[in-house]
């Protein structure tokens, strides 16, 4: 696993219904990145199809592609030539079942899709659940440069129990391609930088960033640190104003993660499971007053 990574971060607000348009965006990104030396370069999500909930479901509906489409090999053949690990944020696959799916890819830089994940928990405010199916799965992937890798997508972030489960599996930096909205701007400073010190990870996030009529998208892509310091950060949009397209840069050790003497260790070490499922036993549902021995002496 490599100790000096260089991660590129894109930022923008992709044009809805202008698949065209947002892919040359994409790839001319990409070559800026590579120009730059970046080694690992993070899309956000739905940057193909744009993210404006007013229009989601007939826009993604009307740019997506099986998983080996022809926008997969453009990106396919962008990571080889550059020779980077290319985390392509979320495009709208059709699945072989019929369904719709909100689908994060990555290529490696021989231009091998390493890994696939759709996203597991959809954001209903925004309407998510009215465009696209849920998956049933998370997702990690193990390469010999950056160890093992957790993939998920948005909201999949916001649900403690996936940042936890990737951590068990071993996954010290998650990559996490999102649309988030500005209204969720507090959630986004606090939640994941909590996420990555509990669990001993690297949290990269590319998030679009710019205003499509009511909707605007936070931007602040950042990469966090293990310790759940942001130690890079994109400009956050402002609601109706237009936002430019960012790179954002940063070197990073992969080996800070999921250390032996870090606090995540620590919570590992000190957890007691048995206390923490609902059930008979667990202390779930019983009154206040019960938690406190029936032993305790009472006042004079």
Known sequence: MKRDLLVGVAQWLASPGEPTQNLSVALGL????????????????????????????????????????????????????????????????????????DSALVFDPAGRLVARHRKAHLYAPASEPAAFAPGDRLTTFADPALGTVGLLVGFDGDVPEVARALARRGAGLVVAPSACEIERSTEWELVHPALALLCGQW???????????????????????????????????????????????????????????????????????ELYADGPGSGAGQPLGSVLPSTMPASP
Not at 56 to 65: I, Q, S, T
Not at 70 to 87: E, K, V, Y
């Open 203 to 273: 949290w990269v996030q590319a998030n679009q960033a710019g205003t499509h009529g009511s909707s605007t998208l936070l931007g602040a892509s950042r990469i966090i640190a293990p310790t759940g310091t942001v130690v890079a950060a994109a400009s956050e949009a402002v609601p109706g104003r237009a936002a430019p397209a960012e790179l954002l840069v940063h070197r990073l050790d992969l080996q800070l993660a999921r250390r032996s003497d870090g606090f995540a260790a620590l919570v590992e070490a000190g957890r007691r499971p």
């Open 30 to 101: 990409v070559e800026r990145a590579a120009s730059d030396g970046v080694e690992l370069l993070v899309l956000p999500e739905l940057w193909s199809c744009g993210y404006d909930p007013a229009t989601l479901a007939e826009d993604a509906r009307r740019d997506a592609e099986p998983l080996d489409g022809p926008r997969a090999r453009r990106l396919s053949d962008a990571a080889r030539r550059h020779a980077l690990f290319l985390a392509a944020g979320t495009v709208p696959e059709w699945g072989d079942d019929g369904r719709l799916y």
